[in-house]
């Protein structure tokens, strides 16, 4: 037998691969060849005589298990093609057809997927004679989908008062009779949802235990890899599986569980020892990704944790260079100075743009650096995504937008027309326009006097459309700025509304998005080179960016990568931007609540960090509109928790005596905000989480202090008066301004220039202003006036 392969491993590598029987856990690292030692070690069983009809291997997607069989076949040939592998739902929708019967299925049943059960849910919401507007689909379905995977059947939910008492309070008392319903008649239609193939596969070995002896006795080795990411159901299944022969291999990284919110229960993998005393444990620490900078970073944050297994990931690679971290006015000026840095980056190294990615914590988060990009001409994708103007509620608010200013386009009226439902159908539409073409009038005309054109119950319908409109018409010719009057129409139509009810992850993100669209309105109306403001002139600007489509397949792959660092995991680049470190928005102000939260939170900058293979640039932004409302941000957490040796920091935030009062100032600050017992609250009012307290006769609470001091910016304190321009002030040439010299700034006040440099084609002043300290601002942007 041809076993060279061996040869290739690490020595913990080969022990994972050549363990013979029973319970195995491998611990594997980010970037410690897994994927490999979890497929040599089934073509070793394979060699070592076990019959590939009785191996399972689990996955969690299709693309890793086809992966894994290619790779296996290259070195035991087609033998390997008999291997059970394939994703949780597939191997189990495989079971079911051959089982199925005993539960009532036939060998045929259909799988619904998630538009099916959509459309499910709305014939029952509306047989049941419910508020369509309260008892949406997408939420009906996370709470079904849940209850499923936790293995909560439909009966339990409905005699369970404490499930009542939730919908109760979600104003949806129904949705335990929508359950109910739901699942006689999936069983009716002979079909099953993703979840049911979990489900089901789970009653089936409950209530029929001599299938489930047939198949624990056929799978003599069942290997499960990302197996932090299970829920509930999926590892009961594996451990029925495997509990007659015992040889259960899982491969997970507890670091990087960060699922929780789709199911995944890190305790399966913390806890897994529990279960299997006799459990060997091999842990991959060897990384061969990334630097040793990077390696060093990831594990001085991820200690931090409490809940983990313990390990040592190092690696053998160069050291690298260290962290930078970049420090931004606003987050348009992150975008375009990590543009910027991309453009720079690829001139100097000669780098191409597939060997970037920038990862954010959401998706909203992307307008800022794709706007930014289109303007250096760098192509990009979104990865799990559309682009920011191409998602459907963002057209949807423009398409509002659009018609407000021009009735006359068609496209925003079919596009808004029955956004949010008012019971306007494509038919009544299709009548509209019949009439206008009859009557030789515009579309719009017809719609204001709809009475005169068409009869029956859409009439009122189409006029108060019209009514809705016109009001913002009204509006528009009153001379209203443009995100007041866009934040009137998103809150008047009811998008905001809908979106805010949406309470799943999707929702939220949508909700999100939108708040992003309505903050770049409001950078559109602050920025003083704009000096239009009305609606029509942003419309103007942002058809630059909408009517380009950046996800377009145009052949050219080479393009700068942007996803959120979910989506990132299992990926890796070469050099990698992760953007908006700031409290609130990383970690999320959602995961504040519990040390659970927030130690998830943490495994995902984790993730993000360990992604990166050469270069790694953090970057946090000191100001973020916020529902229209300039807010300032206070640098994550997280960035406090890397060791400073390991980061390459603004040399221009760390603060003097002048804006922080003097040594013991800062320690007494910092400790109120910073130390043990019942936790603080921070500059929003946030409840911070308790730390242990610091000595401050201990090196680490020095360091930690310089940490602090380097990244806090200089600018926290905000005038009570906002500074009104001298009635001379003309903005002078950037030729005119040089490091030294007296300057005013329209809104800072008076300050001194301390450096001119360049950024991009761009020139950008370094000010330390009387009252707010020191800016960093370009000056295409931000006008300065020289006072001598």
């Known amino acids: 037998m041809n076993n060279k392969y061996l040869e290739e491993l690490n020595p913990p590598q080969k ?64 033998n390997a093609r008999n291997l059970w592998s394939g994703t949780f739902h597939s191997v189990f929708a495989k079971i079911l057809r ?60 409905n005699e369970s008062p404490i499930f009542r ?85 899982v491969v997970g990284d507890d670091a990087q569980s960060i699922y929780a919110f789709r199911g995944a229960n890190i305790q399966n993998i913390l806890n897994f020892k529990k279960d299997y005393p006799e459990l060997v444990t091999v842990k991959l620490e060897q990384n061969y990704r990334s630097t040793k900078n ?48 991309i453009f720079d980056s690829k001139l100097t190294n000669g780098l191409k743009n597939e060997d970037f990615a920038i990862l954010y914590r959401t998706n909203a988060q992307s307008r800022a650096f794709e706007e930014a990009l289109r303007k250096m001409n760098i192509k990009y994708r979104i990865i799990g995504g559309l682009s920011f103007y191409q998602r459907k509620e963002i057209k949807d608010l423009l398409a509002y937008l659009r018609f407000t200013v021009n009735q006359q386009d068609e496209e925003a009226f079919k596009r808004i027309i029955n956004l949010p439902k008012r019971g306007i159908g494509s038919t009544s539409v299709a009548k509209v326009m019949v009439s206008a073409a009859e009557s030789g009038k515009s579309f719009w005309e017809v719609i204001c006097h709809a009475n005169e054109f068409m009869t029956g119950a859409v009439v009122p319908k189409l006029l108060g459309f019209g009514e809705l409109i016109q009001s913002y018409t009204l509006e528009l010719e009153k001379d209203q700025d443009a995100h007041s009057l866009a934040t009137h129409i998103a809150k008047t139509t009811g998008i905001l509304r809908e979106l805010y009810a949406d309470k799943t992850v999707e929702g939220l993100a949508r909700y999100e998005n939108i708040q992003e ?48 660092i979910h989506g990132s995991k299992g990926l890796e680049f070469s050099h990698v931007f992760v953007v908006g470190l700031e409290e609130n928005l990383f970690p999320s102000q959602m995961m504040l609540n519990n040390r659970a939260d927030l130690e998830e939170e943490r495994r995902l900058f984790y993730v993000a960090i360990t992604r990166a293979e050469q270069d790694l640039t953090l970057s946090y932004a000191e100001s973020r509109y916020n529902w229209g409302r300039l807010t300032y ?6 960035l406090l928790e890397i060791d400073e040796e390991y980061l390459d920091m603004p040399k221009d935030t760390k603060p003097t005596a002048k804006h922080f009062g003097n040594d013991s100032d800062v320690l007494r600050s910092f400790r109120s905000n910073d130390s043990g017992g019942t936790g603080s609250s921070n500059s929003t009012g946030n409840k911070m989480p308790p730390t242990r307290p610091l000595s401050s006769n201990t090196s680490a609470a020095s360091k930690r202090e310089q940490v602090i001091n ?74 300065l006036r020289a006072v001598e």
């Not at 009716?188 to 235990?209: C, E, G, I, K, S």
């Open 15 to 78: 022990q994972a691969v050549i363990h013979p029987n029973g319970p195995l856990m491998i611990i594997a690292g980010a970037g410690s060849g897994k994927t490999r030692v979890l497929t040599y070690r089934i073509a070793w069983l394979i060699e070592q005589g076990v019959d590939p009809f009785n191996i399972l291997s689990l996955t969690f997607t299709n693309k890793a298990a086809e992966e894994m069989k290619k790779r296996i076949e290259k070195i035991i040939g087609p």
């Open 98 to 157: 051959y089982e199925g019967k005993v539960l009532g299925y036939t060998s045929n049943f259909s799988i619904y997927d998630s538009d099916d059960s959509k459309s499910l849910v709305k014939t029952i919401v509306k047989e049941f004679g419910l508020d369509d507007k309260v008892y949406k689909p997408r939420p009906i379905l996370n709470r079904i989908s849940n209850a499923k995977n936790s293995l909560v059947s439909h009966e339990m939910y």
């Open 165 to 249: 008492e939730e919908d109760a309070g979600a104003r949806m008392p129904e949705i335990g009779r929508i359950y109910r319903t739901y699942v006689l008649r999936c069983f009716q239609a002979n079909a099953m949802d993703f979840d049911d193939l979990l489900y089901n596969t789970n009653v089936l070995f409950r209530d029929h235990l001599d299938i489930l002896n047939k198949y624990q006795h056929k799978f003599k080795h069942v290997l499960v890899d990302e197996f932090q990411d299970t829920n509930v159901s999926q590892y009961l299944i594996t451990r029925k599986l495997s509990a007659v022969h015992q040889n259960i291999c």
């Open 294 to 341: 990077i390696v060093n970073a990831a594990n001085s944050l991820i200690k931090k944790n409490t809940e983990q297994l313990d390990k040592n990931v190092f690696t053998d690679n160069d050291s690298g260079k260290k962290i930078e971290v970049l420090k931004a006015a606003s987050d348009n000026e992150e975008g375009r100075i990590i543009s910027n840095k």
């Open 517 to 564: 669209l309505l903050n770049s309105v409001k950078q559109f109306v602050d920025d003083d080179e704009n000096e239009d403001k009305s609606l029509t002139s942003f419309l103007q600007t942002v058809s630059l960016y909408s009517t380009a489509d950046a996800d377009d397949e145009d052949g050219d792959s080479d393009k700068v990568t942007m996803m959120t």
């Open 633 to 638: 941000c206070e640098p994550s957490r997280f």
């Open 710 to 783: 380097k990244l806090k910016p200089v600018s926290r304190a905000v005038p009570q008066v906002e500074h009104k321009p001298s009635t001379n002030f003309v903005p002078s040439s950037p030729s005119e301004l040089k490091a030294g010299i007296k300057v005013e700034h329209a809104k800072f006040g008076f300050g001194r220039i301390t450096a001119m440099d360049m950024m991009g084609n761009s020139h950008k002043a370094t000010v330390v202003f009387d009252t707010v300290g020191e800016k960093t601002l370009l000056l295409s942007f931000a006008k």
